[in-house]
């Protein structure tokens, strides 16, 4: 296999656990989710094909942003790197024609069927989420799931799977790119250059557009997607909570991380030393992260978000850690940020 099964095929664990589920009959998991009893979690697919378009959205937004960052957006036609990124893709493509046959989520084939068809997001894939979405709950109310309907979502999955990862392949062969023309720190500074930028522009892709697009309109909904839907692809466990004074600190773990995971992959097919390319990935990680905690937590505390260690930056990291830091506030000033930064200015009468 070509990248690492940990850290870049979780997607097969569930789409797997997915067919156990159908083949036993339990159709309200299949779609819901379920706890499972080694603390993971099996999202459902109402989840998982919402998170994954959405993670679409993220790397082609990542890509972008890099290379504005560097000032070479014509990088996105640089024959060099779009044959790099073409050639390491195919070995993503490899690994999934491989773990659907062996996890018989799908026939092999399948995943050819779905190039021939583009890998690009659908222009009605709002349309058509939604009315799964909706076929699928009077399903469940008359105790069962058509076929076409079943495998229309094991088809969304895996297109969104293997866009996503095409788009985050692409952006560290980008980053490679910059470091090998033009040095390390040319990176970092593409990268703090846009990282604020990359902040809100993300946070208004995910909630004032994909996300509601896709069903996932009310605070609740979000939630419910921001808790379950990055076990679609993470090994993720909650730290402890402690007490410092007034502050809450809480730990979140995760055991694997994707992005770190191919631009390992990168990193050794490009040349590059290890670590190399981890500053592209865990500044946007912890602004995105930022900008989440803004928009999600009440406005009685004041957050603060930041990673701790990474698997792509630390050598001695088995993990990634990030904490959050929250004190009792009077933070309506963050709400109205987050209101004109992502939702847009409200209009006063």
């Not at 076929?135 to 999955?157: I, K, T």
């Not at 799977?161 to 490679?176: D, F, P, S, T």
């Not at 946070?203 to 679609?232: Q, W």
Request: proline share 5%; glycine share 8%; with cysteine.
């Amino acid at each position: 296999m070509h990248f690492d099964e940990f850290h870049n095929h979780k997607w097969a664990r569930n789409l797997k656990h997915a067919r156990r589920l159908l083949a036993e009959g339990r159709l309200a998991e299949f779609y819901h989710g379920e706890d499972l009893a080694d603390g993971d979690i099996y999202p459902g697919m109402r989840v998982m094909a919402a998170y994954w378009t959405s993670v679409e959205h993220e790397m082609k937004l990542r890509r972008r942003t890099l290379l504005n960052g560097a000032g070479h957006p014509e990088w996105e036609h640089d024959p060099e790197l779009t044959a790099q990124a073409g050639e390491f893709f195919a070995r993503y493509l490899e690994d999934m024609r491989e773990l659907v046959s062996r996890d018989r989520i799908v026939p092999p084939e399948r995943i050819d069927a779905l190039a021939a068809a583009g890998w690009e997001t659908p222009a009605d894939w709002a349309e058509v989420m939604r009315a799964r979405q909706q076929e699928s709950l009077a399903g469940l109310e008359a105790g069962s799931l058509a076929p076409e309907l079943v495998e229309g979502w094991f088809d969304s999955c895996l297109r969104s799977v293997a866009n996503y990862n095409r788009y985050l392949i692409w952006g560290g062969v980008n980053a490679a790119g910059l470091v090998r023309r033009e040095g390390p720190e040319a990176l970092r500074r593409a990268v703090d250059a846009t990282a604020e930028t990359f902040m809100w522009e993300i946070s208004k892709e995910f909630f004032a557009t994909v996300l509601p697009a896709a069903g996932f309109e009310d605070i609740g909904d979000l939630m419910e997607l921001g808790l379950r839907g990055m076990f679609a692809d993470q090994w993720y466990v909650k730290g402890e909570d402690r007490e410092e004074g007034e502050k809450t600190i809480r730990t979140s773990i995760l055991k694997n991380c994707e992005l770190a995971g191919i631009y390992r992959r990168v990193e050794q097919w490009t040349g590059l030393p290890p670590f190399s390319l981890g500053y592209g990935i865990c500044r946007f990680d912890e602004v995105h992260g930022q900008a989440t905690m803004m928009i999600t937590m009440p406005p009685m505390v004041s957050p603060q978000y930041r990673l701790i260690k990474s698997l792509a930056l630390h050598p001695d990291a088995t993990e990634c850690v990030f904490e959050l830091t929250t004190v009792p506030a009077d933070d309506m000033e963050r709400i109205l940020t987050v209101q004109e930064k992502v939702f847009g200015a409200v209009d006063e009468e």
